[in-house]
C-alpha cells in the first residue's frame, strides 16, 4: 500500500499526466495530486465502507465473523463492503449482509463512525439482528459463531464498531495486535 493519493498517474478527465500542485483552497495552499492541463484535482477523500457486527437472533444471540478468502492468516473479521452509489448506508449493509452470509436482517442500529486511516476509509459500523439460512459469498473462506465474551478487537475501524457492540451487552472489549499486513480493504 503506497501514501495517500500515490495510486493515480494520470487525469481521469483529460489523460494529463498528475502532479504535486501548490493551490489556494479554503484552508489555505495545499499541495495535492492536480493536473496542470484541465485543473482536475485529485482530492482522495476517504471511501465509505460499511460494516456489520451479526448478532444471530436464531443461533442464541451469537455473532457470525467470517474470514476473507484472500487473508493468509485465519483472522475472522466483521461483515464489510463499500457502499455504492444511489442506495443509504443502511440499505447498503442489508445487501452486503445479503450477498456475503444469505441472512436476512430483522433490525439494524447504528454503532457510529471511524476513521480507518491506513485504507483512507471511513468505517459505518452497525448492529443487525439477522437470522436464516447461512450460505457465504465466495469472497468468505468461512465463519464462526462466537459468543461475545469471547471475542477480541482489532485496535482499527471496525474493531471499535465491534468494541461498542460488546459494551452494548456489558462486555469489556479486549484488544489484539493487528497484524503487520491484512491483505483486506478492511
Ligand atoms: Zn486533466
New binding site residues.
Partial sequence: MSGPGADYRY?P????ELAPISQAEDGGDKVRLR?A????THWNNPTPVLAAVIECADRGGKILLARNAAWKARMFALITGFMEAGETPEDGIRREIGEETGLEVDRLSLLGVWDFQRMNQVIIGYHAVARGEIRLSPELAEYKLFEPADVRCWPAGTGYALATYLRSRGVEPQFLELPARVQSDS
Avoid: E, L, M, T
Fill in positions: 487525469c478527465r483529460c489523460a494529463g493536473c492541463a484541465c485543473a482536475w
